[in-house]
C-alpha cells in the first residue's frame, strides 16, 4: 500500500469513527413511541359520545344558518344544536368540526378490541362493516367540504348522505328488539 492509500484509509476512519481533535454532531434526541390505538370505550360510548351530537349539529344546519346564529356570550339567542354546542369554536366552525369527527369516528370503530355495548366484539372483519365504516368517513368528508363552502342547500343534501351513512350500519348492526343482539 502506498503512502496516498494509507492516508485515505486513515482519514476516512477518521470521519467514520470521530477523530480526537474532530467535534461530532450532538445525538438526535430519541423519539418517543406513539402509543398504540386501544379502545377505552364501547362502540354505543362512542356512538353517543362522537357523531351523535355531531350529526345533530350537521343536521341543525338544514333549518338553522350557522353564521346567522349569536353566540350567547356575544348577547344574541342560543337557537338550534350548532349555537348550543358551539363553546368558542361556533358557527360554520362547529359545523366543519363536526363534520371532521364523523368522519374520524370510522377510524374509532375499527379500532380492534372494541367491544359492543353487550359485550360482543365489534364485527371489524365483516366486509359489511368495513364497507360502513368507508360509508361514515366518506360522508364526513363530504360534510366537511359542503361546510366549507357555507352553503345552506349543500348542508340539506349532506345532511342525507350523513344520515344514510349511519342507517346502513344503525338497521344491520343497531336497529334490533333486543339490545343483546346488537353488533351480530
Same mark, same amino acid.
Given at each position: 500500500m502506498n503512502k496516498l492509500s494509507v492516508l485515505v484509509v486513515a482519514a476516512s476512519m477518521a470521519v467514520a469513527c470521530g477523530s480526537p481533535n474532530q467535534t461530532s454532531a450532538p445525538a438526535a434526541p430519541a423519539v418517543a413511541p406513539a402509543p398504540a390505538a386501544q379502545p377505552y370505550a364501547s362502540l354505543a360510548q362512542v356512538m353517543r359520545g362522537i357523531p351523535f351530537p355531531a350529526s345533530n349539529i350537521i343536521f341543525d344546519t338544514q333549518s338553522n344558518d350557522p353564521a346567522a346564529q349569536a353566540k350567547p356570550a356575544e348577547g344574541g339567542a342560543d337557537k #338550534? *344544536?350548532? &349555537? %348550543?354546542y358551539s363553546s368558542v369554536y361556533g358557527g360554520w366552525q362547529s359545523v366543519e368540526n363536526s363534520a371532521l369527527a364523523i368522519a374520524e369516528t370510522a377510524n374509532l370503530i375499527m379500532i380492534p378490541g372494541r367491544l359492543c355495548e353487550n359485550g360482543k366484539p365489534v364485527p371489524i372483519d365483516r366486509e359489511d362493516f368495513k364497507k360502513f365504516a368507508a360509508g361514515l368517513a366518506d360522508a364526513g368528508k363530504a360534510a366537511y367540504k359542503a361546510a366549507q363552502s357555507k352553503?345552506?342547500? &349543500?348542508? +340539506? =343534501? +349532506? %345532511? #342525507?348522505? +350523513?344520515?344514510?351513512? $349511519? *342507517? @346502513? $350500519?344503525?338497521?344491520?348492526?343497531?336497529?334490533?328488539?333486543? @339490545?343483546? =343482539?346488537? $353488533?351480530?
Open positions: #338550534g *344544536a350548532t &349555537a %348550543s352553503n345552506l342547500d &349543500a348542508m +340539506v =343534501d +349532506v %345532511s #342525507g348522505t +350523513v344520515s344514510e351513512a $349511519c *342507517a @346502513n $350500519c344503525h338497521e344491520k348492526y343497531r336497529d334490533k328488539e333486543n @339490545n343483546a =343482539d346488537r $353488533c351480530i
